[in-house]
């Protein structure tokens, strides 16, 4: 009688055991998944994307990203300047870029830095891992459509594996979504340049 409580006790400590370390895995443990989202937020921090990709907040030493909203992309409500006339040429100043560092004026006409949540409306939230390798590898929106605008430094960031691309599609699958939906493009001539995206619409 005895050895049959001990016994079950035993199993029942055994399958708790299992399952603390089974959740564990899932939620914040050591598991695959969780080890692939940190080389992730690795390869995101040292490869800069925040830079470009991040709203700011603004220090007497420049700006810095806003830890409540990474990498979400050019805030859709912010105001930008008039751009000067006859700054832009071959022997004169090669960009212009907003104080936030999230919008490009050059001879490619004005870029947006995109959003990279996993909002599925107006972020990352509709991509399949497939779909970022080939955005990345090709310089195509979304693998396929119009050319990826200076200055989102493709042609580097295509050097990356299979596997680490795949790590910074996780992590920023891993992010909290943030609604913003940044404008697209704007051509030289004024015009603006859908992404596939916005041309489902
Ligand atoms: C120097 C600035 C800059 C940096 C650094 C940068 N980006 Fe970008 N990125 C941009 C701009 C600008 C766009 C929008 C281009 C456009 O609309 O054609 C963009 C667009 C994108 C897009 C959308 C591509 C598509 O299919 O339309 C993805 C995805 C992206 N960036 C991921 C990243 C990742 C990941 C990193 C870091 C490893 C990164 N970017 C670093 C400027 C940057």
């Not at 991040?54 to 220090?59: A, L, N, R």
């Not at 990203?65 to 409500?77: E, I, V």
Request: hydrophobic share 35%; glycine share 10%.
């Amino acid at each position: 009688m005895r050895t049959k409580i001990y016994y079950t006790g035993a199993v029942a400590t055994l399958l708790l055991g299992i399952a603390v370390f089974w959740h564990s895995s899932l939620v914040a443990g050591p598991g695959p998944k969780n080890a692939q989202i940190e080389r992730g937020k690795y390869l995101v921090s040292v490869g800069g994307c925040n830079d470009c990709h991040s709203p700011k907040i603004f220090t007497p030493m420049g700006p810095i990203p806003d830890t409540t909203r990474l990498l979400s992309g050019h805030p859709a409500n912010s105001k930008l300047p008039q751009v000067p006339q006859g700054v832009l040429g071959p022997d004169q100043w090669g960009a212009l870029v907003s104080g936030d560092l999230t919008a490009w004026v050059g001879p490619w006409g004005t870029s947006f830095t995109r959003n990279l949540t996993p909002d599925v409306a107006t972020g990352l939230g509709s991509w399949t891992e497939d779909i970022f390798i080939k955005a990345i590898r090709t310089g195509k929106d979304m693998g396929e459509g119009r050319a990826i605008l200076p200055p989102m430094p493709w042609p580097e960031y295509r050097k990356m594996t299979d596997e680490d691309l795949k790590a910074i599609f996780a992590y920023l699958m891993s992010l909290k979504p943030i609604e913003n939906a940044v404008p697209d493009p704007i051509a030289p001539s004024g015009e603006r340049m859908p992404t596939m995206k916005s041309r489902k619409k």
